[in-house]
C-alpha cells in the first residue's frame, strides 16, 4: 500500500482513527474543512471506558490532570434529590465522570498524531467521490478535495473513513439512510460560572415541570447548563443571554445559585439518528456521521472514539494484507448494537426526565428514590452510563469454550493486579498494563496450580507470529487480587485471547485450548 488512508473529519473521531492508523504504521491523510481548530466546547464528558484506552496510548493521566473530576450524578424532582448515582462503584480506576473541554481534546489527540508524523490538513472539504468496490487496484476510492484557495485536488486512497460529523458527504453520496427523528422541544446552551451552594463533585439533572435541566462542572465554579423548552426565542437571531439561563435555573432548581461571566451560549435541536451501515466497499464511517443523539449522559464523543478504537487495528491488519476483508465487517457488526442501544437509552432518558406530562412527573419524583438508590441500579448504572459495560458477547469475533471464570468472549477485560510473566522472569503490575493496543496478547491463567506452560499451546502461539504476545499468569494465590483473579479467570486453566482493543476475542479451557487458538487465526488472521 502505498497511498495513505484518507480521514475526513478531525474531530475526536477523526483524530483516534489517525492516532490508531498511524501507531500501526499506516499512512494516513487527515484533512478538515475549517481552517482553524474550533475553540467552543461542545461534547465535555469523558467515561471511564475511554479513558481506559486512551491511557494506554499515554493521553489519559493529561486529560485527567487537566479535567474535572465528578464523583457522582444527583437527580433532582419536586424540590430535592431524588438520587444520587455513585461512579465509586465502577470497576475501573478511573471511576469518575471526567468534565474536559472538547478543545481540549482534540488538543491532546492532536499532539499524540504529531508525535506520530500526523498533522491536520486544514481548509480541505471532500467535495466528490467514487468507489470501484470489485476493483483489484490497490487505491480503488477517487475523492475530489476543495482547498480554502479554490484549489481542486483530485486523489485516490485504498480505504477512507468517515468522521466528517452530522452532515457527511460519505453518508449523502452513498444515500445512506439517517434514520431516526428531530426532537420537538428547543435547548439553550451555555458555559458560565455559578456562586451558591453547587458542588462541583457531582452533575446536577433537574426534573421539573418547566422540562429538563443539566449542569455539567467544568471546574473552578465552572458549569456547562443545558436545558430544553427555554423562555427565549430562537428566532431572534442571538444566542440566550446570562438573564435568560438565570431564568430558567430560577424556576427549574431549589438551591440556591446566581450565575455570571458567560464564556458563550447557543441554542440547539437534538436529532436522534444512525445509519444502517458502518462499511460499504472501501468506505467506513463513524462517530456523528454514523450516529447522533440526545447529550443525555455523556455518550456521543465517547461513543465515537471508541468506534475508531474498534476499527482501528481491524482496517490496520486487513491494510497490510494480514486479514482477510471480511475482518471489516466485524466493525459494522459490533458497533451498529452499541450505537442502537445508545440512542434508544438517551432518547428515553432525555423523554423521562424532560416530560411535562403531571402523571410522569409525580412517577419519578415518587419513585425515583427507591429506584435509584437500589444497590442493582447503582452498580448496572454507573457500569452502563461509564461505558465500562460495553462488550461483543454475541459478536462474530467473541468464540466462547468451557472455562471456570466469568469473563466471556466479547467482555472488556477488567484491571487487576496481577503476577506474570511474558520472559524468562516473574514481574508485577497491572493486568491492564500487560495488554498491548497494537497486537493480540495471549493471557494463559494456569489457574490454582500452577503448572509448566504446554508446548501445544506455545507453538500454536507461535503460528501467530508477531501478532501476539504470550504472558502467563500466576496462581490466584499469588495475585493481590485473588478474589477478583477467581472470579473473572476461574480457578482452573483457561487461555483469555485479547484483542488490541482489549476485549476477549477467544475464551477457552486448557484442553481445547491450542486447537482453538489455532482455528481463530486461520478463520481471522491471514498467514504472512
Not at 444520587?84 to 468534565?99: K, P, T, W
Not at 443571554?241 to 430560577?250: F, P, R, S
Not at 458567560?262 to 463513524?286: A, C, D, E, K, T
Not at 467473541?398 to 466469568?406: R, V
Request: hydrophobic share 40%; glycine share 10%; net charge neutral.
Amino acid at each position: 500500500m502505498t497511498d495513505p488512508i484518507l480521514i475526513v473529519g478531525a474531530g475526536p473521531t477523526g483524530l483516534t482513527a489517525a492516532l490508531e492508523l498511524s501507531r500501526a504504521g499506516i499512512p494516513v491523510r487527515l484533512i478538515d474543512k475549517l481552517t482553524e481548530a474550533v475553540t467552543t466546547s461542545r461534547a465535555v464528558g469523558i467515561q471511564a471506558r475511554t479513558l481506559e484506552l486512551l491511557q494506554q496510548r499515554g493521553i489519559a493521566e493529561e486529560m485527567a490532570r487537566l479535567g474535572n473530576r465528578a464523583e457522582a450524578g444527583s437527580v433532582y424532582g419536586g424540590g430535592r434529590r431524588l438520587f444520587r448515582l455513585d461512579f465509586g462503584r465502577v470497576e475501573s480506576r478511573y471511576n469518575f465522570l471526567l468534565f474536559l473541554s472538547q478543545a481540549e481534546t482534540e488538543r491532546l489527540l492532536r499532539e499524540a498524531i504529531g508525535r506520530q508524523g500526523v498533522a491536520v490538513e486544514r481548509g480541505a472539504e471532500l467535495v466528490a467521490l467514487s468507489q470501484d468496490a470489485l476493483s483489484q487496484a490497490p487505491s480503488p476510492v477517487k475523492a475530489v478535495l476543495r482547498h480554502s484557495d479554490g484549489r481542486l485536488e483530485p486523489m485516490q486512497t485504498p480505504w477512507l473513513v468517515s468522521a466528517e460529523g452530522a452532515h457527511s458527504v460519505v453518508r449523502s453520496t452513498l444515500d445512506l439512510p439517517f434514520e431516526g427523528k428531530t426532537l420537538d422541544e428547543q435547548y439553550a446552551l451555555g458555559d458560565l460560572y455559578i456562586d451558591g451552594d453547587l458542588p462541583d463533585t457531582d452533575f446536577h439533572i433537574f426534573s421539573s415541570s418547566h422540562g429538563f435541566m443539566g449542569l455539567f462542572p467544568m471546574g473552578d465554579r465552572r458549569f456547562r447548563l443545558i436545558a430544553c423548552d427555554p423562555p427565549g426565542d430562537p428566532r431572534r437571531g442571538r444566542p440566550p443571554t446570562l438573564d435568560e439561563l438565570q431564568t430558567i435555573y430560577d424556576q427549574r432548581s431549589h438551591i440556591p445559585a446566581r450565575f455570571r461571566d458567560m464564556g458563550w451560549s447557543s441554542w440547539f435541536r437534538i436529532n436522534s439518528r444512525m445509519v444502517p451501515r458502518l462499511r460499504v466497499g472501501r468506505l467506513l464511517l463513524g462517530g456523528d456521521a454514523a450516529h447522533i443523539h440526545s447529550p443525555a449522559g455523556a455518550q456521543g464523543m465517547n461513543t465515537g472514539i471508541q468506534d475508531m478504537v474498534n476499527l482501528g487495528w481491524k482496517l490496520a491488519l486487513v491494510a497490510k494484507g494480514l486479514a482477510p476483508a471480511a475482518l471489516l465487517d466485524t466493525y459494522e457488526q459490533e458497533r451498529l448494537p452499541v450505537m442502537r442501544d445508545v440512542l434508544f437509552k438517551t432518547e428515553s432518558l432525555t423523554g423521562l426526565i424532560g416530560s411535562e406530562n403531571p402523571f410522569v412527573r409525580a412517577l419519578v419524583n415518587h419513585l425515583g428514590p427507591f429506584i435509584g438508590g437500589a444497590g442493582f441500579v447503582q452498580e448496572n448504572g454507573a457500569a452502563r452510563m461509564s461505558q465500562i459495560a460495553v462488550g461483543y458477547r454475541s459478536g462474530p469475533l467473541s468464540e466462547e469454550h468451557a472455562h471456570s471464570g466469568g469473563l466471556r468472549a466479547g467482555d472488556r477485560v477488567p484491571d487487576l493486579r496481577i503476577r506474570f510473566r511474558a520472559g524468562d522472569a516473574w514481574e508485577e503490575g497491572s493486568l491492564f498494563g500487560a495488554l498491548d493496543p497494537l497486537r493480540f496478547v495471549l493471557l494463559v491463567a494456569h489457574g490454582e496450580t500452577a503448572a509448566a506452560l504446554d508446548p501445544g499451546l506455545r507453538d500454536a502461539a507461535a503460528g501467530w507470529g508477531d501478532l501476539v504476545r504470550l504472558i502467563e499468569l500466576a496462581s490466584p494465590a499469588e495475585t493481590a487480587d485473588s478474589a477478583k483473579y477467581k472470579a473473572a479467570l476461574g480457578h482452573g486453566s483457561s487461555i483469555f485471547l485479547v484483542r488490541p482493543d482489549g476485549y476477549v476475542g477467544l475464551a477457552a479451557g486448557e484442553k481445547a485450548a491450542a486447537r482453538e487458538l489455532t482455528t481463530y487465526r486461520d478463520k481471522w488472521i491471514t498467514p504472512a
